[in-house]
T-cell receptor, first 112, second 114 residues
Framework: DQQVKQNSPSLSVQEGRISILNCDYTNSMFDYFLWYKKYPAEGPTFLISISSIKDKNEDGRFTVFLNKSAKHLSLHIVPSQPGDSAVYFCAATGGGADGLTFGKGTHLIIQP | NAGVTQTPKFQVLKTGQSMTLQCAQDMNHNSMYWYRQDPGMGLRLIYYSASEGTTDKGEVPNGYNVSRLNKREFSLRLESAAPSQTSVYFC?????????????FGSGTRLTVV
């Protein structure tokens, strides 16, 4: 059973507008949530993270929101730029060393 | 540049052949991981090493073995390759596992088994 779900395989947004990527999880033991960005033929690169004791974390154009009661998090990118076109993975960890659990990813396409 | 280095970048194997994927990091990270990525499946954990001298199975360990050679190196071995192991393999490492610290990934090994 999938513990981290990204229900939108793709998302198209106009340049300059806000991109909102969503992620849901089922495991209430997850303590930390991370977003990764991946370009074709490259490895994923870390973007931003949030601890379960927070509800918002901001880094430049990127903000992650966490709603623990709904087991939902979202990544906001404002304003969206052409270089943001990539696959975005949501990931979570329960605080142990046993790795990250990933969603299936959302392909973000920024239209000029 | 500091980071995670994977070799080879591409490999084609025949069914039944064996090979070892190499991974090395120079960031003094404690924990290392092997993931595979298949179309529409996201990244799935194969094996991990929480610290030097330890290894554990992840979500999809069947058909693989690993060796944590030292703190820097973590290799993944396919003893008898099968077409179902055609995938892109990523190695990752982190200093503080289980925290909000990001993992650093290598650029991947694209493996095709025919």
């Amino acid at each position: 059973d999938q513990q981290v779900k990204q229900n939108s395989p793709s998302l198209s947004v106009q340049e300059g507008r806000i991109s909102i990527l969503n992620c849901d999880y089922t495991n209430s033991m997850f303590d930390y949530f991370l977003w990764y960005k991946k370009y074709p033929a490259e490895g994923p690169t870390f973007l931003i993270s949030i601890s379960s004791i927070k509800d918002k974390n901001e880094d430049g154009r990127f903000t992650v929101f966490l709603n623990k009661s709904a087991k939902h998090l979202s990544l906001h990118i404002v304003p969206s730029q052409p270089g943001d076109s990539a696959v975005y993975f949501c990931a979570a960890t329960g605080g142990g060393a046993d790795g990250l659990t990933f969603g299936k990813g959302t392909h973000l396409i920024i239209q000029p | 540049n500091a980071g995670v280095t994977q070799t080879p970048k591409f490999q084609v194997l025949k069914t039944g052949q064996s090979m070892t994927l190499q991974c090395a990091q120079d960031m003094n990270h404690n924990s290392m991981y092997w993931y595979r990525q298949d179309p529409g499946m996201g990244l799935r954990l194969i094996y991990y090493s929480a610290s030097e001298g330890t290894t554990d199975k992840g979500e999809v360990p069947n058909g693989y073995n690993v060796s944590r050679l030292n703190k820097r190196e973590f290799s993944l071995r396919l003893e008898s390759a099968a077409p179902s192991q055609t995938s892109v393999y990523f190695c990752a490492s982190t200093f503080w596992a289980g925290t909000e610290s990001g993992y650093t990934f290598g650029s991947g090994t694209r493996l095709t088994v025919v």
